[in-house]
């Protein structure tokens, strides 16, 4: 009997045209023939930039007027997003302001806005979230945003390269109530069964969402690897419906149109845990309606499967995106492990004494006119130290994921620095003068707050304070030497710190700012 040959799976395209081409072919099918014309004429049309106002910094309608007015901007709404806004036409390219390197607002594709505006906060006061694939960290600052920085989203990255950019992006917002840990996401089912409120898996795809961006470049793939990011994609939504509590909503989304990727995932979770998942319909959810594919070919999905929203850029004038709500009506078994048991102590880090915390309290309050007694007690924070760093931490992290090894928890207050040295009583030895230096993190967050310890740049000083270059014709302050200001500009715009010195004032802005 003659031996079947194999059939080899189609090489992946070369060429960014033939890429194209070929993910067009692949979704012709799906479309009928008008809305396949209106697709291609969607593709020759500009991908606006979009931006989301961080809401933990500046209030939504007043900025982004203040922007439009300072910067020559036409910007349009996201209709299912209120901080959300495309920027239509602008003189200069939108990561080019002041505003965005202090993170008062967040770059983002319209369509990426789209799964955090799924979930309902209204009844949580301190939600625990999990964000499982979450680097760079867009979608995670936009959940510190809906959640009024309360409470405590982990932000989880497998990505070793990946997740210097989720800890810069979160330091960057301003997030306090907040960690980033580095972990198989397939992990937390097992680790932490019926833990978090509401989980959001932004899952890893092929990216072939047509209308390209920076983040999101379409990118050759062949039909083997696609077929492994499925299964990957399916072993993820299942340890994070494993992992949210019964009753909490899990989101799935991916920046992808393939429906391998999509629709047959959530078709793979209804039928391992039937009776336990129920999808959402999104259909008022949106402002034309996008539902999911009820077929691919000859295959036939669960019809529940439509109820979840599928973005074409024809439609909605985004990249191509996917996006599904699910409610876990359930409990469901899955086998458990103990989780990594490192605690915080053993990674170099100790609550601040009672008395400490104080005197930290009193030096903000004296200073600055910074009440942190009362973000601490709003915010349920505590103040943790690591070696002269002193960090306000959420304390839903201590309670519940003490021993997790985390690479970035809470935001920087402050660090011992040295006013200088002091010849002790008539001995010849000196001693070093301690005082507390004020993040860079807390003053962008905070500063438009201070009362006092302020620094107004006269206008002809900003461009080259925002150079990195020090200020040596300082206006007239009665500030101290060895004092770190907080320095802005005469419209008020927040332009991080600076020192005080004798003849000059030192730039402290961080040289990824510069």
């Known amino acids: 009997m003659a031996r079947r040959k194999k059939k080899s799976a ?28 209106a697709l291609l004429a969607e593709l020759d049309r500009p991908l606006y930039p979009a931006l989301r106002v961080n809401t933990l910094k500046a209030d939504p309608a007043q900025a982004i007027e203040t922007w439009a007015s300072r910067y020559g901007w036409q910007v349009q709404p996201v209709p299912y997003c209120p901080t959300g806004y495309r920027v239509t036409e602008s003189p200069a390219p939108i990561s080019q302001t002041i505003e965005h390197r202090m993170g008062q607002y967040y770059i983002q594709d319209a369509a990426s806005m789209l799964p955090v505006e799924l979930f309902d906060f209204d009844e949580l006061d301190a939600p625990l979230v999990l964000d499982m694939a979450a680097s760079p960290g867009g979608k995670t600052t936009h959940i510190s945003s809906r959640i009024r920085d309360r409470g405590l989203v982990l932000a989880n990255d497998s990505s070793a ?40 898996l932004d899952a890893p795809c092929s990216m072939q969402g047509l209308k ?6 379409m990118r050759p793939i062949t039909e083997k690897e696609q077929s492994a990011l499925a299964q990957r994609q399916a072993r993820l939504l299942a340890s994070g419906f494993q992992a949210l509590k019964t009753g909490g909503q899990l ?7 393939a429906p391998e990727e ?17 999808i959402v319909d999104l259909s008022t959810r949106l402002p034309v309606p996008a539902p999911a594919l009820a077929a691919d070919g000859e295959r036939a999905f669960d019809p529940r499967v439509q109820r979840a929203a599928r973005l074409w850029p024809h ?30 102590e053993q990674a170099g880090m100790r609550p601040v004494p009672p008395r400490e915390g104080r005197e930290i309290s009193a030096w903000l309050q004296k200073d600055y006119g910074f009440d942190l007694d009362t973000l601490l007690e709003a915010q349920d924070l505590e103040l943790w130290q690591r070696q002269e760093k002193i960090y306000a931490v959420p304390s839903l992290f201590t309670r519940h994921f003490r021993g ?29 003068l301690s005082h507390r230096v004020l993040s860079h993190e ?38 101290p030497k060895g004092f770190i200001a907080l320095v802005t500009d005469p419209a008020g715009r927040n332009l991080g710190r600076g020192r005080i010195l004798h003849d000059r004032v030192k730039n402290l802005l961080p040289a990824r700012l510069i």
């Open 10 to 37: 189609a090489p992946a395209p070369e060429s960014g045209a033939d890429l194209l081409q070929a993910a067009l072919e692949r979704y012709r099918p799906l479309l009928s023939e008008n809305d396949f014309a």
């Open 161 to 200: 390269d990946r997740i210097t950019a989720l800890r810069i992006v979160l330091n960057n917002y301003g997030a306090i109530n907040a960690a980033a840990a580095r972990f198989p996401g397939e992990k937390y089912g097992a680790w932490f069964p019926e833990t978090f409120d509401r989980v959001l």
């Open 212 to 217: 390209t961006t920076e983040s999101h470049p």
């Open 251 to 257: 989101v799935y989304s991916t920046c992808t149109l």
């Open 262 to 278: 999509n629709e047959a995932v959530l078709e793979t979770l209804l039928q391992a845990y039937p009776g336990a998942v129920e």
């Open 315 to 344: 439609r909605f004038g985004t990249a191509g995106f996917f996006a599904a709500l699910l409610i876990k009506t359930a409990p469901v078994t899955a086998e458990t492990e103990p989780p990594p048991d490192r605690p915080l």
């Open 404 to 432: 997790l090894p985390v690479q970035r928890l809470g935001l920087l207050l402050a660090e011992e620095g040295q006013t200088g040295r002091v010849l002790s009583h008539r001995v010849l030895s000196h001693r070093v």
């Open 442 to 479: 807390w003053a962008a967050r905070f500063g438009p707050g201070f009362t006092r310890g302020k620094l107004v740049l006269a206008e002809d000083q900003v461009a080259g304070w925002l150079r990195g270059e020090d200020l040596h014709s300082p206006p007239a302050h009665t500030l």
